[in-house]
T-cell receptor, first 114, second 112 residues
């Protein structure tokens, strides 16, 4: 997980509350991603950012917004949390050069929505 | 739709060899990746196959047959620390970029 940090590590929300998940990387990479992982399932892409100033929807974007604040930071916002958004959220960056097929993940944020 | 299938759970003995299979149906294909995830941790990259054949990295090998839409991860000389979930993921085109489509994961249980 070196190079990609996420805050917070854990969060409990009530239905309807809002929050922002933060992701930062110190590897100077262009592409950043937000995934969610539900129990016993693989990762599903929420949003991604190919470069600073651009964001695009992934497979499951409904209920989320993102901001690519600068090259280092990519935040994910839940405007009105719902129990269906209980999940583990991972931020990832894409390798460069010879490692372009590799995604490097942050440690994850575990979110419980009551 | 796009889907990947892999067994939900595999059990093996320490020191043995185990193979985890992955079949896929996707719109477009750039390559097949394998990731390892320990409980409570984040996925970590293991291997990537863009072309048919076997890629070997230490105790781990990965195979791809594009004509069969099939790949596998082979783990040799199993160690207890290899107990984890293993995910296959297919790299597919998305707009002018790409994305990874993930399988649901295979939980590898290793017995002494």
């Amino acid at each position: 997980n070196a190079g990609v940090t996420q805050t917070p590590k854990f969060q409990v929300l009530k239905t309807g509350q809002s929050m922002t998940l933060q992701c930062a990387q110190d590897m100077n990479h262009n592409s950043m991603y937000w995934y969610r992982q539900d129990p016993g399932m693989g990762l599903r892409l929420i949003y991604y950012s190919a470069s600073e100033g651009t964001t695009d929807k992934g497979e499951v974007p409904n209920g989320y917004n993102v901001s690519r604040l600068n090259k280092r930071e990519f935040s994910l916002r839940l405007e009105s949390a719902a129990p269906s958004q209980t999940s583990v959220y991972f931020c990832a960056i894409l390798g460069v050069g010879g490692a372009q097929e590799t995604q490097y993940f942050g440690p994850g944020t575990r979110l419980l929505v009551l | 739709g796009q889907s990947l299938e892999q067994p939900s759970e595999v059990t093996a003995v320490e020191g043995a060899i185990v193979q985890i299979n992955c079949t896929y149906q996707t719109s477009g294909f750039y390559g097949l990746s394998w990731y390892q995830q320990h409980d409570g941790g984040a996925p970590t990259f293991l291997s990537y196959n863009a072309l048919d054949g076997l890629e070997e990295t230490g105790r781990f090998s990965s195979f791809l047959s594009r004509s069969d839409s099939y790949g596998y991860l082979l783990l040799q000389e199993l160690q207890m620390k290899d107990s984890a979930s293993y995910f296959c993921a297919v790299r597919v085109p998305m707009d002018s970029n790409y994305q990874l489509i993930w399988g649901a994961g295979t939980k590898l249980i290793i017995k002494p």
